[in-house]
């Protein structure tokens, strides 16, 4: 039965009752392996997807541990929790406060992040917290105006690591670290796992338990994917014919910059489709409105970059499309499983053109995947990919035109490609 499943992990009976309140029907793989062991106080690296229940297999021991400690209402921060963006910090936040109505005492978790005014949140920690959830860069500032003390930490996370270091967080590590004391648990998920997250790991856990739940979600039955080749200035007009012809509502769609999240909602919109931009330079207060909307049914279609969106959990997210292909392997699977979440199924659409062409083949490799191309009646594609560029410098290539660094990227793809289909 699925309450005695969550009970035979260690939890306490409160957080059991939390669980099924919760609609978790059953642990997800992440958290058989990493409850019992949070609560054993061991050290932990999580290779774990989005999707994948990593919140909560965190969230969950360390309340438990947090509800046991606790006999008074003197509050101090036992629990630091780093993240990358404000929109995961806020959901993070959340899986806290939601699973710390069991607690016996109320529980305190306060949520610090940039973009907005400092003063609310150093109101928030006035009588201290019990659960700290942040981003570096404010963390740092508000331990700056002695806000915030961290020398009580039992427990740190680092949550998506990988997109930690990706903004920097390697500059600020040490100056969070020395305010932390040093005998504590330490925790670190990332979802993808590049050399810089092996020797972050190697600097701060011991004996740790490694818990890979990767593999599971790179062969996620549960996304279905597609790859339509079209031509690149016609992708938002078959973004509409999408939309309206497969009846698909909550679409996040990936575009490759803040004026194309603008331009195609906009131009979506005009064409009758609910659709809303989300982009880093919109205020705080825009993107957690926007993002509601989105997740209230108000809107069907959310545009939005690699940035604005990380670490969002949308429940019952639909279709994810690529509307722009992410730059790397990694950023295509942490795009799709943006959907498919926690056994639900889900849609991934990927747009290629004759100039993408390659770089999407270099995707497939890297993940394993070979996917058919697409072709959609009214939208067949007619342009051709460029030629590779030794050709291109034969006939002098395209005059006043210097390659970027993406160009010549590309070109080493198609050339790649070229090579592979003589
Ligand atoms: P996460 O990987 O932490 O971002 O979680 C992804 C989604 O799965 C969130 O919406 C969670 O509420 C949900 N979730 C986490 N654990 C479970 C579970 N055991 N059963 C069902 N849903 C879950």
């Known amino acids: 039965m699925s309450l005695t499943s969550f009970a035979s992990l260690g939890l306490s009976t409160p957080l059991v009752h939390a669980c099924a309140e919760a609609g978790y029907a059953a642990p997800t793989a992440i958290q058989v392996e990493a409850i019992p062991r949070l609560l054993r106080g061991q050290d932990l690296l999580g290779l774990a997807p989005t999707g994948s229940g990593k919140t909560a ?27 990358p963006t ?22 305190k978790v306060a949520v610090l992040y940039g973009g907005v005014s ?25 331990l700056q105006r002695n806000a915030v003390r961290l020398d009580t930490v039992e427990a740190l996370v680092l949550d ?27 925790l670190l998920f990332s979802a993808t796992f590049p050399a810089e997250v092996q020797a972050l790991a190697d600097g701060l856990l011991r004996d740790a338990v490694r818990i890979e739940a990767a593999a599971e979600a790179r062969t996620e039955p549960a996304i279905v994917q597609r790859v339509i080749a079209a031509d690149a200035p016609r992708r938002t007009e078959l973004l509409r014919h999408l939309v309206k012809q497969e009846g698909w509502r909550s679409v996040l769609v990936f575009v490759a910059t803040r004026y194309a999240t603008e331009h195609v909602a906009r131009k979506l919109y005009d064409r009758g489709i609910r659709a809303a931009p989300l982009h880093g330079d919109m205020s705080q207060l825009q993107r ?35 509307y722009d292909l992410p730059r790397s392997a990694d950023d295509y699977v942490h795009r799709i499983g943006r959907t498919g979440r926690a056994g639900a199924s889900g849609l991934a659409v ?53 390659p970027s660094k993406k160009d010549k990227l590309r070109a080493a793809a198609a050339s790649a490609a070229h090579r592979g289909t003589k």
């Not at 939601?98 to 005492?105: A, K, V, Y």
């Not at 990988?162 to 648990?185: H, I, K, W, Y």
């Not at 990380?310 to 429940?315: T, V």
Request: with cysteine; hydrophobic share 45%.
């Open 57 to 83: 297999a965190f969230a969950l021991p360390l309340l438990q541990r947090i509800i046991a400690g606790r006999q008074h209402a003197y509050r101090r921060v036992r629990v630091l929790v780093l993240v």
């Open 86 to 107: 404000r929109e995961l910090a806020a959901q993070v936040g959340q899986t806290f406060r939601r699973f710390g109505t069991s607690c016996p005492l109320p529980l």
């Open 118 to 142: 400092v003063n609310p949140q150093m109101m928030a920690l006035r009588g201290g917290a019990d659960v700290v959830v942040a981003t570096p860069g404010r963390l740092l500032d508000l």
């Open 160 to 186: 998506e690591a990988d997109r930690l270091l990706d903004l920097g967080f390697s500059a600020e590590r040490e100056r969070v670290l020395a305010a932390l004391p040093t005998n504590r648990q330490n």
């Open 288 to 322: 957690t409105t926007v993002l509601e909307d989105f997740k209230n049914g108000r809107w069907d279609v959310l545009v939005t970059t690699d940035l604005a969106a990380r670490g969002i959990d949308i429940p019952g997210l639909q279709v994810v499309v690529n």
């Open 350 to 402: 990927s747009f290629t053109s004759a100039a993408t062409e390659a770089h999407f083949g270099l995707i497939e490799k890297r993940n394993k995947l070979m996917l058919p191309r697409e072709r959609v009646a009214g939208f067949e594609p007619v342009q051709v990919a460029a030629p590779p560029p030794e050709a291109a410098a034969r006939t002098g290539g395209v005059k006043g035109k210097r």
